[in-house]
């Protein structure tokens, strides 16, 4: 039979009430009794309603996080270090893919979909400001990674110029001069992009190098498949660059293959640098150059902002750092 709260309090020999003040984490319970009281607990099995606890307390102890890719090995990183920190911190996280859908990122942005959650950390790709500033619902929210016009909102960043500029200018340092930026995406309304394409922009400027358009490549998605496509045409344009700063890591490592199969050898023909720094560029062969962010730090930040409130909008940037290997 299922142990009840009055089996717990005979067990101990306590009240009842004094059994719920210890799940419910009541702080003014002697240390002595708690602690008979717990192994009363765990000597029967005892396990709380979590149903009632929630009625009661008015939190779930969930939060939702809503990526775009739950298969991108960036935001699968980035989701199970926000599972782990939230973990630690007594939350649990629901995770929800939206595939960059803006009728999807709507519907979870005004919790029409109806999640009983307590925060939402949300990394809009399809959603506009103007959406974004019309939010009407209560729960706390917490963006990742950057959006245009979100001034209103709890916002975690990296500083996506910067960090452009930074490998940008580490290709131009080692003496690369036709340096090509993968990853445009003129009709996105996720900024990221738009700040990376600025901070290459601004290292070749710094280099005294105008800004090329034919080497400013789009791409429809920022997947493998879309870096192998743009690095052949690269490669096979008149005057294919001698290096490349891809705006994704799965850009990148999409790039690298497709050197492979043209013969091209990296780094002595072609350099490449990518963004993310994901497990497999660890293990490339060679193994990728690559901006990383801190995503420990992301969820911290990012969970930080979503338990502790505030009355104005806070945005938080998040550590990176460039870290070399063997195809620069």
């Known amino acids: ?17 004094t059994v719920s003040n210890v799940v419910n984490e009541f702080r003014y319970v002697a240390p002595a009794t ?10 029967l099995g005892y396990r709380p309603n979590m149903a009632a606890r929630t009625l009661r307390r008015g939190r779930t102890g969930l939060v939702a996080l809503v990526i775009p890719e739950i298969d991108s090995p960036y935001y699968a990183e980035l989701a199970a270090r926000t599972v782990r920190v939230a973990e630690a911190r007594g939350l649990t996280v629901l995770i929800d893919q939206t595939d960059g859908d803006a009728e999807r990122e ?9 999640q009983l959650v307590d925060g939402v950390l949300f990394s809009p790709w399809g959603v ?3 959406e974004l500033a019309s939010r009407t619902d209560t729960v706390p929210l917490v963006l ?6 979100t001034a209103g909102v709890d916002h975690v960043v990296i500083d996506n110029v910067a960090a452009a500029r930074e490998a940008t200018g ?8 036709r340096v090509a930026a993968m990853g445009v995406q003129p009709r996105s309304l996720n900024a990221t992009a738009r700040q990376r394409l600025a901070g290459y ?8 190098l105008p800004a090329d358009p034919e080497l400013e490549v789009p791409v429809r998605r920022l997947h493998r498949a879309d870096g192998h496509e743009a690095m052949l045409r690269l490669l096979d344009s008149p005057r294919p660059p001698d290096a490349v ?14 050197a492979a199969d043209r013969g091209v050898a990296v780094p002595e023909s072609l350099a490449l640098v990518g963004f993310d720094d994901v497990e497999d560029g660890r293990f490339s062969v060679p193994a990728l150059t690559t901006v990383s962010p801190d995503k420990d730090r992301i969820a911290e930040l990012a969970l930080d902002l979503l338990t502790h409130q505030a009355d104005a909008p806070r945005s938080v940037i998040a550590p990176h750092r460039l870290v070399v290997r063997e195809t620069s």
């Open 1 to 17: 039979m299922t142990p009840k709260l009055r089996d717990v309090a005979e067990h101990a020999g306590v009240s009842v009430r």
């Open 34 to 43: 708690r602690e008979r009281v717990q192994a009363s607990i765990d000597a």
């Open 106 to 114: 709507t519907e979870l942005l005004h919790g029409r979909r109806g």
């Open 128 to 130: 506009a400001a103007a």
């Open 144 to 149: 990742l990674g950057e959006h245009d016009g």
């Open 170 to 177: 580490h290709l131009l340092a080692g003496g690369r001069r």
């Open 201 to 208: 922009r601004a290292a070749l400027a710094e280099a005294g």
């Open 245 to 258: 700063f891809c705006f994704t890591d799965e850009l990148a490592l999409g790039a690298l293959r497709a």
